[in-house]
T-cell receptor
Framework: GNSVTQMEGPVTLSEEAFLTINCTYT??????LFWYVQYPGEGLQLLLK?????DKGSNKGFEATYRKETTSFHLEKGSVQVSDSAVYFC????????????FGKGTKLSVIP | NAGVTQTPKFQVLKTGQSMTLQCAQD?????MSWYRQDPGMGLRLIHY???????DQGEVPNGYNVSRSTTEDFPLRLLSAAPSQTSVYFC??????????????FGQGTRLTVV
Protein backbone atom coordinates (compact mmCIF):
# COMPACT_ATOMS: atom_id res chain seq x y z
CA GLY A 1 0.00 0.00 0.00
CA ASN A 2 0.86 3.65 -0.03
CA SER A 3 2.98 5.18 2.69
CA VAL A 4 4.75 8.44 3.46
CA THR A 5 7.76 8.79 5.71
CA GLN A 6 8.91 12.20 6.86
CA MET A 7 11.64 13.24 9.23
CA GLU A 8 10.94 13.14 12.91
CA GLY A 9 10.56 16.40 14.72
CA PRO A 10 10.51 18.65 16.43
CA VAL A 11 12.86 20.87 14.46
CA THR A 12 14.06 24.12 16.00
CA LEU A 13 15.80 26.71 13.84
CA SER A 14 16.94 30.28 14.26
CA GLU A 15 15.35 32.93 12.10
CA GLU A 16 16.90 33.14 8.60
CA ALA A 17 18.25 29.59 8.78
CA PHE A 18 17.84 27.13 5.90
CA LEU A 19 15.10 24.55 6.26
CA THR A 20 14.89 21.04 4.89
CA ILE A 21 12.20 18.57 5.89
CA ASN A 22 12.72 15.19 4.28
CA CYS A 23 9.85 13.21 2.83
CA THR A 24 9.98 9.88 1.01
CA TYR A 25 7.10 7.82 -0.24
CA THR A 26 6.00 4.40 -1.39
CA UNK A 27 3.18 4.21 -3.91
CA UNK A 28 1.98 2.34 -6.95
CA UNK A 29 1.36 4.11 -10.19
CA UNK A 30 1.92 7.83 -10.53
CA UNK A 31 1.06 9.61 -7.29
CA UNK A 32 0.61 13.31 -6.76
CA LEU A 33 2.53 14.78 -3.84
CA PHE A 34 1.58 17.52 -1.41
CA TRP A 35 2.83 19.50 1.54
CA TYR A 36 0.21 20.70 3.99
CA VAL A 37 0.89 23.09 6.87
CA GLN A 38 -0.97 23.44 10.15
CA TYR A 39 -0.45 26.69 12.02
CA PRO A 40 -1.22 26.72 15.75
CA GLY A 41 -4.94 26.52 16.40
CA GLU A 42 -5.84 26.13 12.74
CA GLY A 43 -6.72 23.37 10.31
CA LEU A 44 -4.38 21.98 7.68
CA GLN A 45 -3.95 24.03 4.53
CA LEU A 46 -2.28 23.20 1.27
CA LEU A 47 1.21 24.68 1.01
CA LEU A 48 2.32 23.29 -2.35
CA LYS A 49 1.90 20.31 -4.65
CA UNK A 50 3.44 18.48 -7.59
CA UNK A 51 1.55 16.12 -9.83
CA UNK A 52 4.28 14.51 -11.93
CA UNK A 53 7.95 13.61 -11.83
CA UNK A 54 10.41 16.54 -11.89
CA ASP A 55 7.65 19.05 -11.13
CA LYS A 56 8.59 21.69 -8.57
CA GLY A 57 5.91 23.04 -6.28
CA SER A 58 6.48 26.41 -4.66
CA ASN A 59 4.63 28.81 -2.41
CA LYS A 60 5.52 31.43 0.23
CA GLY A 61 9.25 30.81 -0.33
CA PHE A 62 8.91 27.05 0.18
CA GLU A 63 9.86 24.62 -2.57
CA ALA A 64 9.73 20.87 -3.14
CA THR A 65 10.70 18.84 -6.19
CA TYR A 66 9.04 15.54 -7.13
CA ARG A 67 11.91 13.08 -7.53
CA LYS A 68 10.66 9.77 -8.88
CA GLU A 69 14.11 8.17 -8.96
CA THR A 70 14.57 8.67 -5.21
CA THR A 71 10.83 8.64 -4.37
CA SER A 72 11.27 11.88 -2.48
CA PHE A 73 9.57 15.24 -2.08
CA HIS A 74 11.73 17.20 0.36
CA LEU A 75 10.50 20.58 1.56
CA GLU A 76 13.00 23.46 1.55
CA LYS A 77 13.07 27.14 2.39
CA GLY A 78 16.10 29.35 2.17
CA SER A 79 15.40 31.66 5.09
CA VAL A 80 12.76 30.77 7.67
CA GLN A 81 10.80 33.29 9.70
CA VAL A 82 9.15 33.04 13.10
CA SER A 83 5.80 33.00 11.29
CA ASP A 84 6.77 29.69 9.64
CA SER A 85 6.47 27.91 12.98
CA ALA A 86 3.90 25.19 12.34
CA VAL A 87 3.46 21.47 11.74
CA TYR A 88 4.24 20.33 8.20
CA PHE A 89 2.65 17.23 6.65
CA CYS A 90 3.81 15.45 3.54
CA UNK A 91 1.02 13.61 1.72
CA UNK A 92 0.32 11.70 -1.46
CA UNK A 93 -2.63 10.82 -3.61
CA UNK A 94 -2.24 7.63 -5.56
CA UNK A 95 -3.79 8.92 -8.76
CA UNK A 96 -6.88 9.86 -10.66
CA UNK A 97 -10.03 8.77 -8.89
CA UNK A 98 -8.23 8.31 -5.60
CA UNK A 99 -10.45 9.17 -2.67
CA UNK A 100 -7.73 9.27 -0.06
CA UNK A 101 -4.74 11.31 0.88
CA UNK A 102 -2.01 9.33 2.66
CA PHE A 103 -0.20 11.49 5.21
CA GLY A 104 3.14 11.39 6.93
CA LYS A 105 3.30 11.83 10.69
CA GLY A 106 4.00 15.54 10.55
CA THR A 107 7.07 17.55 11.50
CA LYS A 108 6.80 20.35 14.01
CA LEU A 109 8.95 23.34 13.17
CA SER A 110 9.75 26.06 15.70
CA VAL A 111 11.61 29.15 14.55
CA ILE A 112 13.19 31.30 17.24
CA PRO A 113 14.17 34.96 16.82
CA ASN B 1 -15.67 33.12 4.19
CA ALA B 2 -16.13 30.34 6.75
CA GLY B 3 -14.69 27.38 4.77
CA VAL B 4 -14.95 24.17 6.82
CA THR B 5 -16.39 24.54 10.31
CA GLN B 6 -16.13 21.83 12.94
CA THR B 7 -17.87 21.78 16.28
CA PRO B 8 -17.11 21.29 19.06
CA LYS B 9 -13.41 22.13 19.30
CA PHE B 10 -12.95 20.10 22.47
CA GLN B 11 -14.99 17.27 24.01
CA VAL B 12 -14.61 14.86 26.90
CA LEU B 13 -16.75 11.73 26.86
CA LYS B 14 -17.18 8.84 29.20
CA THR B 15 -16.73 5.33 27.86
CA GLY B 16 -19.97 4.12 26.28
CA GLN B 17 -21.41 7.55 25.59
CA SER B 18 -22.40 8.55 22.09
CA MET B 19 -21.93 11.87 20.39
CA THR B 20 -21.87 13.57 17.02
CA LEU B 21 -19.04 15.68 15.68
CA GLN B 22 -20.39 18.32 13.35
CA CYS B 23 -18.82 19.42 10.08
CA ALA B 24 -20.19 22.01 7.69
CA GLN B 25 -18.73 23.62 4.59
CA ASP B 26 -20.00 26.59 2.62
CA UNK B 27 -17.99 26.11 -0.58
CA UNK B 28 -20.47 23.80 -2.35
CA UNK B 29 -17.88 21.02 -2.34
CA UNK B 30 -19.01 17.56 -3.40
CA UNK B 31 -16.35 15.59 -1.56
CA MET B 32 -16.10 15.50 2.23
CA SER B 33 -14.12 13.28 4.53
CA TRP B 34 -13.19 12.61 8.14
CA TYR B 35 -9.68 11.88 9.36
CA ARG B 36 -8.29 11.12 12.77
CA GLN B 37 -4.83 12.12 13.95
CA ASP B 38 -3.07 10.19 16.68
CA PRO B 39 0.31 10.91 18.28
CA GLY B 40 3.15 9.60 16.15
CA MET B 41 0.87 8.76 13.24
CA GLY B 42 -0.27 10.52 10.14
CA LEU B 43 -3.89 11.40 9.49
CA ARG B 44 -5.99 8.32 8.76
CA LEU B 45 -9.21 8.34 6.76
CA ILE B 46 -12.33 7.25 8.65
CA HIS B 47 -15.21 7.82 6.20
CA TYR B 48 -15.78 9.86 3.11
CA UNK B 49 -18.61 11.05 0.89
CA UNK B 50 -18.54 11.91 -2.81
CA UNK B 51 -21.88 13.69 -2.69
CA UNK B 52 -25.19 13.97 -0.87
CA UNK B 53 -26.62 10.54 -0.10
CA UNK B 54 -23.34 8.70 -0.81
CA UNK B 55 -20.88 7.60 1.86
CA ASP B 56 -18.16 4.98 2.10
CA GLN B 57 -15.62 3.62 4.53
CA GLY B 58 -12.03 4.68 4.73
CA GLU B 59 -9.08 3.06 6.43
CA VAL B 60 -10.37 3.06 10.05
CA PRO B 61 -14.22 3.10 10.02
CA ASN B 62 -15.01 0.85 12.99
CA GLY B 63 -16.97 2.55 15.76
CA TYR B 64 -18.07 5.48 13.57
CA ASN B 65 -21.12 6.26 11.47
CA VAL B 66 -21.66 9.00 8.93
CA SER B 67 -24.48 10.32 6.77
CA ARG B 68 -24.67 13.00 4.11
CA SER B 69 -28.18 14.34 3.73
CA THR B 70 -27.06 17.70 2.34
CA THR B 71 -24.05 18.92 0.37
CA GLU B 72 -23.05 21.20 3.25
CA ASP B 73 -23.07 18.85 6.25
CA PHE B 74 -21.18 15.67 7.06
CA PRO B 75 -21.57 14.65 10.72
CA LEU B 76 -19.50 11.92 12.32
CA ARG B 77 -21.21 9.80 14.98
CA LEU B 78 -19.47 7.86 17.68
CA LEU B 79 -21.87 5.10 18.62
CA SER B 80 -20.33 3.96 21.91
CA ALA B 81 -17.18 5.86 22.75
CA ALA B 82 -14.05 3.93 23.70
CA PRO B 83 -10.70 5.20 25.03
CA SER B 84 -9.12 4.09 21.73
CA GLN B 85 -11.14 6.82 20.04
CA THR B 86 -9.29 9.53 21.93
CA SER B 87 -7.85 11.54 19.07
CA VAL B 88 -7.98 14.75 17.09
CA TYR B 89 -10.58 14.59 14.34
CA PHE B 90 -10.39 16.60 11.14
CA CYS B 91 -13.09 17.15 8.58
CA UNK B 92 -12.04 18.05 5.05
CA UNK B 93 -13.78 18.99 1.84
CA UNK B 94 -12.76 19.43 -1.78
CA UNK B 95 -14.43 20.41 -5.00
CA UNK B 96 -14.68 16.90 -6.38
CA UNK B 97 -13.75 13.36 -5.45
CA UNK B 98 -10.41 13.23 -7.18
CA UNK B 99 -7.60 14.23 -4.86
CA UNK B 100 -5.05 14.37 -7.67
CA UNK B 101 -5.31 18.04 -8.41
CA UNK B 102 -7.98 19.20 -6.04
CA UNK B 103 -6.99 21.07 -2.92
CA UNK B 104 -8.48 19.72 0.30
CA UNK B 105 -9.74 22.27 2.83
CA PHE B 106 -9.61 21.24 6.46
CA GLY B 107 -11.48 22.30 9.55
CA GLN B 108 -9.67 23.32 12.73
CA GLY B 109 -10.15 19.93 14.31
CA THR B 110 -12.02 18.48 17.27
CA ARG B 111 -9.94 17.21 20.18
CA LEU B 112 -11.82 14.30 21.73
CA THR B 113 -10.89 12.59 24.98
CA VAL B 114 -12.67 9.43 26.09
CA VAL B 115 -12.22 8.55 29.75
Amino acid sequence: GNSVTQMEGPVTLSEEAFLTINCTYTATGYPSLFWYVQYPGEGLQLLLKATKADDKGSNKGFEATYRKETTSFHLEKGSVQVSDSAVYFCALSSGAGSYQLTFGKGTKLSVIP
Amino acid sequence: NAGVTQTPKFQVLKTGQSMTLQCAQDMNHEYMSWYRQDPGMGLRLIHYSVGAGITDQGEVPNGYNVSRSTTEDFPLRLLSAAPSQTSVYFCASSLDYSTVNTEAFFGQGTRLTVV
